[in-house]
T-cell receptor
Framework: GQNIDQPTEMTATEGAIVQINCTYQTSGFNGLFWYQQHAGEAPTFLSYNVLDGLEEKGRFSSFLSRSKGYSYLLLKELQMKDSASYLCAVRDGDYKLSFGAGTTVTVRA | SQTIHQWPATLVQPVGSPLSLECTVEGTSNPNLYWYRQAAGRGLQLLFYSVGIGQISSEVPQNLSASRPQDRQFILSSKKLLLSDSGFYLC??????????????FGPGTRLTVL
């Protein structure tokens, strides 16, 4: 089976940086995705990593180490609107994604 | 650009009643289609996926079924709802493998409450 772990909750101050870690043990690996999900809404795509290293997209960056089964999502210059759940997902074949339970980030003023 | 629609947005149904949720995608051809369920405070659980018309793969044994009568239409059904079927149902689409990241994009979801 697939095992994807991420912290349940994190709290940070507006303007700060938060790093959300994700570790995975899957039968195969064909890419790792991060999604943002605001309460009551559908997940929206943030980032994709398939090779080791850092991918940067504005205030958000995502890192992958395949040998360690590890990824993180880095949120810089936090804004109140960044309060949401962040989902780590691993694709182990051509189609299917396995999701972690999500990390709820609360940004405080 | 591609758009994905789901309806209804919310639904309250009694135990034992039937269910039909619909998902349609616009702006793309031959997408892969997926049904997920998200229970309160839990991660997304893949229920079904489809790589073409009439082709359905089931991930979790349950009282739900899926059908794909047209290329860009995906339907989730049940003959008799259970209390445990309550949740947030999300439809997603992606391009076929080999076309870039094959990212899955989600529809707005249907919140189902079974009483």
């Amino acid at each position: 089976g697939q095992n994807i772990d991420q912290p349940t909750e994190m709290t940070a101050t507006e303007g700060a940086i938060v790093q959300i870690n994700c570790t995975y043990q899957t039968s195969g690996f064909n890419g790792l995705f991060w999604y943002q999900q605001h309460a009551g809404e559908a997940p929206t795509f943030l980032s994709y990593n398939v090779l080791d290293g850092l991918e940067e997209k504005g205030r958000f960056s995502s890192f992958l180490s395949r040998s360690k089964g590890y990824s993180y999502l880095l949120l810089k210059e936090l804004q109140m609107k960044d309060s949401a759940s962040y989902l780590c997902a691993v694709r182990d074949g051509d189609y299917k994604l396995s999701f972690g339970a999500g990390t709820t980030v609360t940004v405080r003023a | 650009s591609q758009t994905i629609h789901q309806w209804p947005a919310t639904l309250v149904q009694p135990v034992g009643s039937p269910l039909s949720l619909e998902c349609t995608v616009e702006g793309t051809s031959n997408p892969n289609l997926y049904w997920y369920r998200q229970a309160a405070g839990r991660g997304l659980q893949l229920l079904f996926y489809s790589v073409g018309i009439g082709q359905i793969s089931s991930e979790v044994p349950q009282n739900l079924s899926a059908s794909r009568p047209q290329d860009r239409q995906f339907i989730l059904s049940s003959k008799k709802l259970l209390l445990s079927d309550s949740g947030f149902y999300l439809c997603a689409w992606s391009t076929v493998p080999g076309q870039g990241a094959d990212t899955q994009y989600f529809g707005p979801g249907t919140r189902l409450t079974v009483l």
